[in-house]
């Protein structure tokens, strides 16, 4: 694999605010005062698709609000009336834009994350998911499409889209390929998991090799990976401005292809999709088929970010509708069964069972017995979350930090309800953030439990990697959520908690321990989305206009009347 060393110019055209800022005056800065356009970048700039709306909108939206839910609403349409920065961020110069001084790890990240990048005849097209020497490489050394993604960002962010532009490029030829496990051919807009350049040093040539679930442990394809080159595509018209990528003939038809392997239409009698375990971040056996709240939330994201970029010719209009009608059924879908909260706990702990007719009450036949015990505990008497999973007779009420992050992003989470699952995490703040951010589910499955969900998966022990372990790449995701909701206080002190260790940890994969106190048993150090998460998550709380490329504002007309809890409102 092709290493290599870039240097990073100084941003010396961006003005500072005054330096002298203490953190109240920080917590209470109107974002407005942030500069409406960025310095260009040196190519075209167009609008963003999705500013088309918004071009009106005034700037001084941030007046006083009166409550956290109005505050959160009026931050993300301000971040979503302006371009996302093109210019490098602030983080490569002495002093970040509001006068602090640069953490001495984000120097330190930067040189990590540019000794990952993987080149293709002389492009960099990707990072490799970990540099850790020390163990076997397995896959380890080949660039994953959603690992790929907090790399992508922080590229982006920082001014430099081109390695974004040849990654979306060389996934999208990936997808054309035959894609065939043993003897049965996976459908034409299977996007990889991950791919790898063969150097052959006697012929010097270097080709591609992708993986599309055939060599994965449990032979799954990866659903995610076309969710999120579709966000990823869009990040980067948002980014830069420039929509010739996303306009164009191959990228059109491969976001066609994806949209037609989702909006199929077979048995099902739900607007969400039905996945096998392991087809998402959750790579391994972890109870999560069926219906997993990750899938439906980056599922919802797309669907959203490709109506944005579809162009409206006549394949083009078709795949609107299609998208249009699924959103309003799967966002009707996941507000009524997913959400959780005191109020709906306590309806399900009354549920009656065996009802049968269109009236029923306990929809999918749920046994109020099946509710686990740490529930009862655990639910705030204010907060709420999405659950991580719904089907016949199933509800699996695990938290899945990936999941609530993106409904809130995707604004499949009405203001109320991010509010809520914002409400949660600081209400159970040991549990979900510990001492390392951030869970990826909460709580772990043990003891016979753990035997039948997981097969005795040895790597799945209880508070370890998927099974309750912690992910510090998490903490970009809960950094824009918390943004969005107009709550970066609570992003700044999980940045608190990373920044006291990760470095010194050797930037590992994951930590174990039920506060997440021991780098994890099997932890890669030196992993690539660790490290990028956290320069993204930087980036965030120093500039929140970057916010734009990766959130979307709530459309009003896709907001059902919601009656059945009261714990949204405060």
């Known amino acids: 694999m092709s290493t290599h060393s870039v240097e990073v110019t100084q941003n010396g055209n961006h003005k500072d605010i005054e330096a002298s800022c203490t953190m109240a005056e920080i917590e209470e800065y109107d974002f407005s005062r942030l500069p409406d356009r960025p310095r260009n970048l040196n190519m075209e700039r167009q609008r963003s698709f999705d500013e088309r709306s918004l071009i009106d909108m005034p700037l ?6 009166t409550s956290r839910v109005e505050n959160a609403s009026r931050i993300m349409d301000h971040f979503d009336s302006m371009f996302s ?3 490098r961020s602030g983080l490569n110069t002495p002093r970040s834009l509001f006068g602090f001084e640069q953490h001495p790890m984000v120097a330190e990240a930067w040189d990590a994350l540019r000794r990952t990048l993987v080149f293709f005849r002389g492009q960099p097209v990707g990072t490799i998911a970990a540099l850790d020497s020390s163990e076997e490489k397995l896959n380890y050394d080949q660039v994953f499409v959603r690992d790929f993604v907090p790399s992508a960002l922080a590229f982006l962010m920082n001014g430099e889209p081109e390695i974004v532009k040849n990654f979306i490029l060389k996934t999208l030829r990936l997808q054309s390929w035959e894609k065939k496990i043993d003897r049965f051919q996976l459908g034409e807009g299977v996007m990889p998991a991950s791919f790898k350049v063969l150097h052959d040093p006697v012929r010097n040539t270097e080709t591609l090799i992708a993986d599309f679930g055939e060599s994965a442990i449990g032979r799954v394809a990866p659903v995610d990976s076309g969710f999120w080159w579709i966000i990823l595509l869009r990040a980067y018209t948002k980014s830069t401005g420039d929509s010739s990528l996303a306009e164009r003939p191959e990228c059109q038809k491969g976001m066609r292809l994806i949209l037609s392997l989702c909006l199929s239409e077979g048995f099902d009698t739900f607007p969400t999709l039905l996945c096998a375990d392991g087809c998402c971040m959750i790579d391994r056996r972890m109870g999560v088929y069926g219906y997993p709240i990750e899938i439906q939330a980056l599922f919802f994201m797309a669907l959203r970010c490709a109506l944005l970029l579809l ?3 006549a394949e083009g209009k078709e795949f609107v ?4 009608k699924r959103l309003h059924a799967l966002s009707y879908h996941m507000r009524s069964y997913f959400w959780i909260d005191l109020k709906q706990l306590n309806d399900i702990y009354r549920y009656k069972t065996e009802e049968y007719s269109h009236t029923a009450v306990n929809k999918f036949n749920v046994i109020p017995d099946s509710l686990p015990e740490w529930i009862f505990d655990f639910m705030p008497t204010h907060g709420g979350y999405f659950i991580g999973n719904v089907g016949p007779s199933k509800m699996d009420f695990r938290w899945f930090c990936m999941g609530n992050c993106i409904a809130i992003l995707s604004s499949l ?4 309800q991010s509010t809520a699952i914002m409400d949660l995490i600081e209400s159970r703040w040991e549990e979900l953030v ?9 709580p772990a499955i043990e003891g016979h439990e753990w035997r039948i969900v997981t097969g005795c998966d040895p790597k799945n022990t209880r508070w370890s990697y998927h099974n309750g372990g912690s992910w510090p790449v998490l903490l970009w995701l809960l950094t824009a959520a918390c943004i969005k909701t107009g ?10 908690h990373l920044e006291s260790r990760l470095s010194k940890d050797n930037w590992p994969e994951y930590y174990d321990g039920k506060a997440g106190r021991y780098v994890g048993k099997q932890a890669r150090k030196y992993q690539t989305w660790s490290i990028a998460g956290y320069l993204v998550a930087k980036m965030l709380l120093e500039d929140p206009s970057h916010l734009g490329m990766i959130a979307l504002e709530e459309d009003k007309q896709m907001r059902p009347v919601m009656k059945r809890s009261a714990s949204w409102t405060f």
């Open 311 to 313: 162009k409206q010719d």
């Open 413 to 416: 989470a009405t203001p109320e």
């Open 321 to 324: 509708e299609r998208i249009v």
């Open 60 to 65: 001084g939206v941030l007046s006083p609000p």
């Open 487 to 496: 709550r970066p206080q609570i992003a700044r002190r999980a940045m608190e």
């Open 85 to 87: 920065p093109g210019r």
């Open 434 to 442: 510990g001492e390392m951010p951030l869970k990826v589910c909460y």
